[in-house]
């Protein structure tokens, strides 16, 4: 039986241009996987972006949809083209152009989770990779299009908040200090500065350290729908893991509640911000 694809939860009454999405807390591991793995139920959950699906739940509150994946980022990567198969992991691939992600083992099917620790013992067929993807890639990635179509039909605009987190052991060494919030907008290519400026302001005002595209600027989903000069915004947000769970036993901490109300005055403010656009584009 095939596992629904995503979770979507839309607004009593939707009235933004702002659209939120999780590609990576999806947790519905089915059991072949497991089986097939060498990796234990906590080693696999490394790559999880684990609770961010609940940290932003408040976003429906304020006029805006919340997609969220429900296949774990180990299963199947939602960030990634559909492209981007792994000749190593995949029998039948063949040769294609180098890809750093690829190369590393975090295609469109992973090989490994976080700290390069391999996931299966040898390779799995095409035919298992190409529905991974008819299931559930391609039908997350069809809502999240007509989502942001809507956005755009209805509004003018369109702000797609692709919303992760990060390990607090990927920003040692950032300069400048270690960012507990990093907006990527793949160096202004994907958002309009506008709109980024005033959602790195909100963050700032919860008193939360802020970079920008350092050391993520943003991948494939950012890529693909942020086309600014045509009204369609899209920025990653990435929160520190730390700020909100215990890392090592995958369990929120006593802050979740916190930075889930933080996260909720956010949300609010851009989908104010979704708002004021609609109202300049009308202009």
């Known amino acids: 039986m095939v596992q629904p694809a995503y979770d979507l939860q839309m607004p009593a009454r939707r009235d933004t241009a702002a659209v939120f999405a999780s590609p990576h807390s999806g947790r519905n591991y089915p ?20 609770f961010v699906d609940e940290l932003w739940g408040d976003a429906t509150r304020h006029g805006a949809p919340l997609l969220c994946a ?24 063949g040769r294609i152009a180098h890809n750093p992600r690829v190369a590393s083992g975090l295609g469109v099917i992973p090989r490994v989770v976080a700290g390069g620790r391999a996931i299966y013992r040898g390779k799995i067929g095409m035919r298992a990779a190409k529905g991974r993807l008819e299931n559930h890639w391609r039908p997350y990635h069809a809502t999240l299009t007509g989502l942001l179509e809507e956005a755009h039909e209805a509004f003018g605009e369109a702000i797609l908040i692709d919303c992760h987190s990060m390990p607090h052991e990927a920003i040692e060494g950032v300069p400048g200090g270690k960012p507990e919030v990093v907006l990527g907008d793949r160096f202004g290519a994907s958002a309009g500065s506008g709109i980024v400026d ?18 993520f600027a943003g991948a494939y989903i950012v890529q693909r729908y942020g ?57």
């Open 227 to 283: 086309h600014p000069a045509r009204g369609r915004h899209a920025l990653q947000i990435e929160i520190d893991r730390s700020l909100y769970m215990d890392e090592s036993l995958i369990q929120p901490n006593g802050r979740f509640h916190l930075v889930r109300a933080i996260l909720a005055r956010v949300a609010r403010d851009i989908c104010d911000i979704g708002r004021r656009q609609v109202s300049l584009a009308a202009q």
């Open 31 to 50: 059991a072949g996987f497991l089986r097939d793995s060498v990796l234990d139920r906590r080693a696999i959950r490394s790559s999880e972006d684990a």
């Open 70 to 93: 429900l296949a774990p980022r180990a299963y199947v990567d939602f960030n990634r083209d559909e492209g981007e198969l792994d000749p190593v992991l995949v029998t039948g691939v």
């Open 198 to 215: 005033r959602i790195e302001a909100r963050f700032q005002a919860e008193g939360l350290r802020v970079a920008r595209n350092a050391p």
